[in-house]
Protein backbone atom coordinates (compact mmCIF):
# COMPACT_ATOMS: atom_id res chain seq x y z
CA UNK A 1 0.00 0.00 0.00
CA UNK A 2 1.74 3.17 -1.36
CA UNK A 3 -0.34 5.29 0.70
CA UNK A 4 1.27 3.83 3.98
CA UNK A 5 4.45 3.73 2.64
CA UNK A 6 5.20 7.29 1.46
CA UNK A 7 3.39 10.12 3.08
CA UNK A 8 0.48 12.15 1.42
CA UNK A 9 2.56 15.41 -0.36
CA UNK A 10 1.12 18.63 0.99
CA UNK A 11 -1.41 21.24 -0.86
CA UNK A 12 0.28 22.15 -4.40
CA UNK A 13 2.96 20.12 -4.18
CA UNK A 14 1.73 16.57 -6.14
CA UNK A 15 4.66 17.20 -8.34
CA UNK A 16 7.81 18.05 -6.68
CA UNK A 17 10.83 16.18 -7.35
CA UNK A 18 10.22 14.05 -4.26
CA UNK A 19 6.03 13.09 -4.64
CA UNK A 20 4.76 10.07 -3.78
CA UNK A 21 4.14 8.99 -7.59
CA UNK A 22 7.10 9.65 -8.74
CA UNK A 23 8.01 6.95 -6.24
CA UNK A 24 4.90 4.67 -6.42
CA UNK A 25 6.27 5.20 -10.03
CA UNK A 26 10.20 4.38 -9.42
CA UNK A 27 8.78 1.04 -7.64
CA UNK A 28 6.38 -0.11 -10.41
CA UNK A 29 8.71 0.34 -13.64
CA UNK A 30 11.71 -1.60 -11.58
CA UNK A 31 8.99 -4.02 -10.80
CA UNK A 32 8.19 -4.18 -14.56
CA UNK A 33 11.73 -4.22 -15.84
CA UNK A 34 12.70 -6.88 -13.40
CA UNK A 35 10.29 -8.89 -14.83
CA UNK A 36 11.32 -7.77 -18.18
CA UNK A 37 14.64 -8.15 -17.86
CA UNK A 38 14.55 -11.71 -16.16
CA UNK A 39 12.85 -13.14 -19.23
CA UNK A 40 14.50 -11.28 -22.14
CA UNK A 41 18.02 -12.33 -20.31
CA UNK A 42 17.04 -16.03 -20.12
CA UNK A 43 16.27 -16.22 -23.70
CA UNK A 44 19.25 -14.87 -24.52
CA UNK A 45 21.39 -17.23 -22.80
CA UNK A 46 19.38 -19.83 -23.80
CA UNK A 47 19.57 -18.81 -27.53
CA UNK A 48 23.78 -18.15 -27.27
CA UNK A 49 24.40 -21.80 -25.31
CA UNK A 50 22.22 -23.50 -28.46
CA UNK A 51 23.69 -21.55 -31.15
CA UNK A 52 27.47 -22.01 -29.93
CA UNK A 53 26.08 -25.73 -29.72
CA UNK A 54 24.62 -25.79 -33.15
CA UNK A 55 27.85 -23.83 -34.88
CA UNK A 56 30.40 -26.36 -33.42
CA UNK A 57 28.17 -29.24 -34.75
CA UNK A 58 27.18 -27.47 -38.30
CA UNK A 59 31.50 -26.88 -38.86
CA UNK A 60 32.28 -30.04 -38.09
CA UNK A 61 29.90 -31.23 -41.17
CA UNK A 62 31.00 -27.83 -43.47
CA UNK A 63 34.82 -29.13 -42.95
CA UNK A 64 34.30 -32.55 -44.55
CA UNK A 65 31.60 -31.18 -46.82
CA UNK A 66 33.98 -28.11 -48.22
CA UNK A 67 36.19 -30.59 -49.52
CA UNK A 68 33.89 -31.67 -52.05
CA UNK A 69 34.28 -28.00 -53.43
CA UNK A 70 37.91 -27.92 -54.25
CA UNK A 71 40.52 -29.61 -56.60
CA UNK A 72 41.38 -33.15 -55.76
CA UNK A 73 44.79 -32.59 -56.22
CA UNK A 74 45.05 -36.64 -56.56
CA UNK A 75 43.42 -36.93 -59.56
CA UNK A 76 44.82 -33.99 -61.20
CA UNK A 77 48.66 -35.86 -60.26
CA UNK A 78 47.53 -39.01 -61.06
CA UNK A 79 46.00 -37.61 -65.03
CA UNK A 80 49.48 -36.11 -64.89
CA UNK A 81 51.58 -39.30 -64.49
CA UNK A 82 49.24 -40.95 -67.34
CA UNK A 83 49.67 -38.66 -69.48
CA UNK A 84 53.61 -38.33 -68.70
CA UNK A 85 53.63 -42.69 -69.17
CA UNK A 86 51.77 -42.35 -72.67
CA UNK A 87 54.39 -39.83 -74.27
CA UNK A 88 57.15 -42.15 -73.14
CA UNK A 89 55.13 -45.01 -74.62
CA UNK A 90 54.95 -42.93 -77.44
CA UNK A 91 58.52 -41.52 -77.99
CA UNK A 92 59.53 -45.73 -77.53
CA UNK A 93 57.34 -46.59 -80.17
CA UNK A 94 58.16 -43.92 -82.52
CA UNK A 95 54.69 -42.69 -82.90
CA UNK A 96 53.26 -39.31 -83.39
CA UNK A 97 53.21 -37.28 -79.73
CA UNK A 98 49.79 -35.25 -81.66
CA UNK A 99 47.89 -38.54 -80.83
CA UNK A 100 48.03 -38.42 -77.42
CA UNK A 101 45.65 -36.37 -75.39
CA UNK A 102 46.28 -34.02 -73.16
CA UNK A 103 45.45 -34.60 -68.77
CA UNK A 104 42.35 -33.84 -67.83
CA UNK A 105 42.78 -31.03 -64.93
CA UNK A 106 39.51 -29.47 -65.20
CA UNK A 107 37.48 -29.98 -61.91
CA UNK A 108 33.64 -29.11 -61.92
CA UNK A 109 31.90 -29.93 -58.38
CA UNK A 110 28.71 -32.29 -58.14
CA UNK A 111 25.67 -30.35 -58.48
CA UNK A 112 25.13 -32.32 -54.43
CA UNK A 113 27.78 -30.99 -53.18
CA UNK A 114 27.20 -27.18 -54.26
CA UNK A 115 23.96 -27.00 -52.56
CA UNK A 116 24.89 -29.17 -49.69
CA UNK A 117 27.63 -26.58 -48.82
CA UNK A 118 25.24 -23.53 -49.98
CA UNK A 119 22.80 -24.72 -47.59
CA UNK A 120 25.06 -25.79 -44.20
CA UNK A 121 27.64 -22.16 -44.92
CA UNK A 122 24.31 -20.36 -44.90
CA UNK A 123 23.13 -21.85 -41.84
CA UNK A 124 26.52 -21.51 -40.58
CA UNK A 125 26.17 -18.04 -40.90
CA UNK A 126 22.88 -17.67 -39.54
CA UNK A 127 23.85 -19.48 -36.38
CA UNK A 128 26.96 -16.74 -35.75
CA UNK A 129 24.50 -14.09 -36.64
CA UNK A 130 22.05 -14.79 -33.66
CA UNK A 131 24.36 -15.19 -31.77
CA UNK A 132 26.72 -11.84 -32.35
CA UNK A 133 22.94 -10.33 -31.99
CA UNK A 134 21.79 -12.12 -28.95
CA UNK A 135 25.66 -10.24 -27.29
CA UNK A 136 24.68 -7.18 -28.59
CA UNK A 137 21.06 -7.59 -26.77
CA UNK A 138 22.03 -8.21 -23.85
CA UNK A 139 24.26 -5.22 -24.00
CA UNK A 140 21.23 -3.47 -25.00
CA UNK A 141 19.64 -4.45 -21.54
CA UNK A 142 22.25 -3.86 -19.19
CA UNK A 143 22.36 -0.11 -20.59
CA UNK A 144 18.69 0.18 -20.53
CA UNK A 145 19.06 -1.52 -16.75
CA UNK A 146 21.71 1.05 -15.72
CA UNK A 147 21.49 2.82 -12.57
CA UNK A 148 20.01 6.58 -12.53
CA UNK A 149 21.05 8.96 -10.15
CA UNK A 150 19.33 12.15 -9.48
CA UNK A 151 15.61 13.01 -7.83
CA UNK A 152 12.64 10.64 -8.54
CA UNK A 153 11.23 12.64 -10.56
CA UNK A 154 14.53 12.50 -12.77
CA UNK A 155 14.90 8.94 -12.38
CA UNK A 156 11.37 8.48 -13.16
CA UNK A 157 11.25 10.93 -16.29
CA UNK A 158 14.55 9.28 -17.58
CA UNK A 159 13.20 5.44 -17.20
CA UNK A 160 10.51 6.82 -19.37
CA UNK A 161 11.93 8.16 -21.82
CA UNK A 162 14.64 5.04 -22.16
CA UNK A 163 11.55 2.72 -22.34
CA UNK A 164 9.61 4.55 -25.09
CA UNK A 165 13.17 4.67 -27.14
CA UNK A 166 13.71 1.15 -26.33
CA UNK A 167 10.16 0.32 -27.58
CA UNK A 168 10.30 2.77 -30.49
CA UNK A 169 13.25 1.35 -31.67
CA UNK A 170 12.19 -2.20 -31.19
CA UNK A 171 14.54 -4.43 -29.01
CA UNK A 172 11.81 -6.39 -27.74
CA UNK A 173 10.66 -7.68 -31.18
CA UNK A 174 14.62 -7.90 -32.09
CA UNK A 175 14.95 -9.91 -29.15
CA UNK A 176 11.69 -12.11 -29.81
CA UNK A 177 12.75 -12.66 -33.85
CA UNK A 178 16.08 -13.93 -33.35
CA UNK A 179 14.72 -17.44 -32.53
CA UNK A 180 13.08 -17.61 -35.70
CA UNK A 181 16.66 -16.87 -37.06
CA UNK A 182 18.02 -19.75 -35.81
CA UNK A 183 15.24 -22.11 -36.36
CA UNK A 184 15.63 -21.08 -40.12
CA UNK A 185 19.14 -21.76 -39.85
CA UNK A 186 18.41 -25.53 -38.39
CA UNK A 187 15.37 -25.72 -41.39
CA UNK A 188 18.67 -25.39 -43.77
CA UNK A 189 20.64 -27.75 -41.92
CA UNK A 190 17.76 -30.24 -42.14
CA UNK A 191 17.56 -29.64 -45.92
CA UNK A 192 20.83 -29.75 -46.48
CA UNK A 193 21.25 -32.87 -44.44
CA UNK A 194 18.03 -34.46 -47.00
CA UNK A 195 20.36 -33.58 -49.81
CA UNK A 196 23.78 -35.27 -48.36
CA UNK A 197 22.30 -38.11 -47.37
CA UNK A 198 20.04 -38.63 -50.73
CA UNK A 199 23.74 -39.13 -52.64
CA UNK A 200 24.34 -41.81 -49.90
CA UNK A 201 21.40 -43.64 -49.56
CA UNK A 202 17.87 -42.76 -50.47
CA UNK A 203 16.02 -44.97 -47.97
CA UNK A 204 17.79 -42.63 -45.11
CA UNK A 205 17.25 -39.62 -47.10
CA UNK A 206 13.72 -40.38 -47.12
CA UNK A 207 13.36 -40.79 -43.53
CA UNK A 208 15.43 -38.27 -42.59
CA UNK A 209 13.28 -35.98 -44.78
CA UNK A 210 10.03 -37.02 -43.56
CA UNK A 211 11.09 -36.53 -39.83
CA UNK A 212 12.07 -32.96 -40.86
CA UNK A 213 9.01 -32.00 -42.79
CA UNK A 214 6.60 -33.26 -40.09
CA UNK A 215 9.05 -30.70 -37.48
CA UNK A 216 8.49 -28.49 -40.20
CA UNK A 217 4.97 -28.89 -40.06
CA UNK A 218 4.39 -28.88 -35.91
CA UNK A 219 6.72 -25.26 -35.88
CA UNK A 220 4.41 -23.80 -38.30
CA UNK A 221 1.45 -25.48 -36.46
CA UNK A 222 2.21 -24.22 -32.81
CA UNK A 223 3.25 -20.60 -34.50
CA UNK A 224 -0.07 -20.42 -35.95
CA UNK A 225 -2.46 -21.75 -33.67
CA UNK A 226 -1.82 -18.66 -30.71
CA UNK A 227 -2.49 -16.36 -33.54
CA UNK A 228 -6.24 -18.51 -34.61
CA UNK A 229 -7.25 -19.51 -31.26
CA UNK A 230 -6.88 -17.22 -28.21
CA UNK A 231 -6.80 -19.25 -25.69
CA UNK A 232 -3.58 -21.71 -27.11
CA UNK A 233 -0.39 -21.93 -24.97
CA UNK A 234 1.76 -22.10 -27.45
CA UNK A 235 2.68 -18.33 -27.37
CA UNK A 236 6.37 -17.04 -28.28
CA UNK A 237 7.79 -13.12 -28.16
CA UNK A 238 6.39 -12.55 -31.93
CA UNK A 239 2.76 -13.73 -31.19
CA UNK A 240 1.47 -10.37 -29.52
CA UNK A 241 3.56 -8.71 -32.94
CA UNK A 242 2.80 -11.46 -35.81
CA UNK A 243 -1.36 -11.29 -34.12
CA UNK A 244 -1.47 -7.04 -34.18
CA UNK A 245 0.42 -7.24 -37.88
CA UNK A 246 -2.10 -10.00 -39.39
CA UNK A 247 -5.39 -8.42 -38.13
CA UNK A 248 -4.46 -5.31 -39.01
CA UNK A 249 -2.73 -3.71 -42.28
CA UNK A 250 -0.92 -7.21 -42.85
CA UNK A 251 -3.83 -9.28 -43.35
CA UNK A 252 -3.56 -9.35 -47.21
CA UNK A 253 0.35 -9.72 -46.88
CA UNK A 254 -0.50 -12.76 -44.41
CA UNK A 255 -2.86 -14.33 -47.10
CA UNK A 256 -0.13 -13.80 -49.84
CA UNK A 257 2.28 -15.71 -47.44
CA UNK A 258 0.12 -18.72 -46.95
CA UNK A 259 -0.49 -18.91 -51.17
CA UNK A 260 3.64 -18.38 -51.31
CA UNK A 261 4.08 -21.25 -48.38
CA UNK A 262 1.22 -23.28 -50.24
CA UNK A 263 3.37 -22.94 -53.31
CA UNK A 264 6.68 -23.66 -52.28
CA UNK A 265 5.41 -26.96 -50.58
CA UNK A 266 3.60 -28.61 -53.28
CA UNK A 267 7.39 -27.66 -55.55
CA UNK A 268 8.89 -29.40 -52.82
CA UNK A 269 6.39 -32.31 -53.05
CA UNK A 270 7.33 -32.49 -56.78
CA UNK A 271 11.37 -31.93 -56.24
CA UNK A 272 11.04 -35.39 -53.82
CA UNK A 273 8.91 -37.20 -56.41
CA UNK A 274 11.55 -36.79 -58.77
CA UNK A 275 14.91 -36.71 -57.27
CA UNK A 276 14.35 -39.07 -54.40
CA UNK A 277 13.09 -42.35 -55.06
CA UNK A 278 12.24 -45.50 -53.23
CA UNK A 279 14.16 -48.76 -52.86
Known amino acids: DYRQKYAEDPPYKELDPEARVWHVYNDESQIFDNDMMIKSGDNLDILLVFA ?72 LTLSLATALLAVLAKQWLRQYYSFIAGSARERA ?15 QFIIGFLPVILH ?63 YGPGRDFYLLCIRVVLAILQFAGLLAKTYIKFP
Open 184 to 246: LSLSLFMAGLVVFLSALNHTIATVVGCIAGFLFGVYITTNALPILAIGCPYRTPLTPLLYSFI
Open 157 to 171: LIRQFRYACFDKWGV
Open 52 to 123: GLFSSVLTTFVAQTSQALSTDNTAVSNSILLELVALQRALANGTSLEAIPSADTSFTAALSDVWVNGLWFTS
